[in-house]
């Protein structure tokens, strides 16, 4: 049976992101279902969970400071923890894209990078869907296994990350700039969150095989 996969996105203008999405799905073998905090879903008809990307997670959640210019998504925020805490609990295997990987780890207690401007002083100013930033993947990760290799090129669009890690995650890859780019579960269990959009590089081998190990934990 081919696996169905539920995509989180905002209510308002997430189409587009859960199209890319969608599309990366479908080349792998898997169907997307949308979740928004308008039409939610059960996951017991659910294969999987991909987190996608939006709006700032409210800095309420995890004791941060608000920021009155930022646009954030209460809704989305509180549908995504249940969701997450509830798929990762059931064994479903879960992906965080941007938004979502930030999401992973608040909802389990870490926190956030408002803005990594702000701390990350030498950090330029980066916002592409082009495979401009380097990474570095943490050696005998889950990541690292997915990839074959410790080193990769990613797009940048977000200007948050994680900052505390939660308890039960562990890093699996940074930026020439020590900024966290991707997390895991540390028990072995199939929870995996990046900090760019991998569904933006549909001619990427590597971002193909994301999403091929994620239907494959799925199915």
């Not at 949308?34 to 999987?48: E, K, Q, Y």
């Not at 990760?141 to 997915?146: Q, V, W």
Request: glycine letters at 10%.
């Amino acid at each position: 049976m081919t696996p169905r996969i539920g995509v989180s996105t905002s209510v308002r203008g997430g189409w587009r992101s859960f199209l890319a999405i969608r599309f990366a799905l479908w080349r792998v073998g898997a169907k997307a279902v949308r979740i928004t905090a308008d039409t939610p879903c059960d996951l017991g008809r659910l294969d999987g969970l991909v987190a996608g990307g939006g709006d700032d997670i409210s800095a309420t959640l995890y004791g941060g400071e608000l920021m009155p210019d930022v646009r954030i998504d209460p809704k989305r925020d509180a549908l995504e923890m249940e969701l997450i805490r509830s798929a990762a609990a059931a064994g479903l295997p879960v992906l965080g894209i941007c938004r979502g990987s930030q999401m992973i780890n608040v909802t389990f207690g870490g926190t956030l990078h408002a803005d990594i401007q702000d701390v990350f002083k030498d950090a330029p100013r980066m916002r592409t869907v082009l495979p401009r930033k380097t990474i570095t993947v943490a050696p005998g990760s889950l990541l690292a296994t997915i990839f074959r290799r410790e080193a990769a090129k990613v797009n940048a669009l977000h200007h948050q990350s994680v900052k505390d890690l939660a308890p039960g995650l562990r890093i699996s890859a940074r930026d020439e700039f020590g900024i966290v780019q991707a997390i895991e579960s540390d028990s072995g269990s199939p929870l995996l969150g990046v900090q760019w959009h991998p569904e933006l590089m549909p001619f990427s081998a590597r971002q193909k095989q994301l999403f091929a190990w994620f239907v494959e934990q799925a199915a």
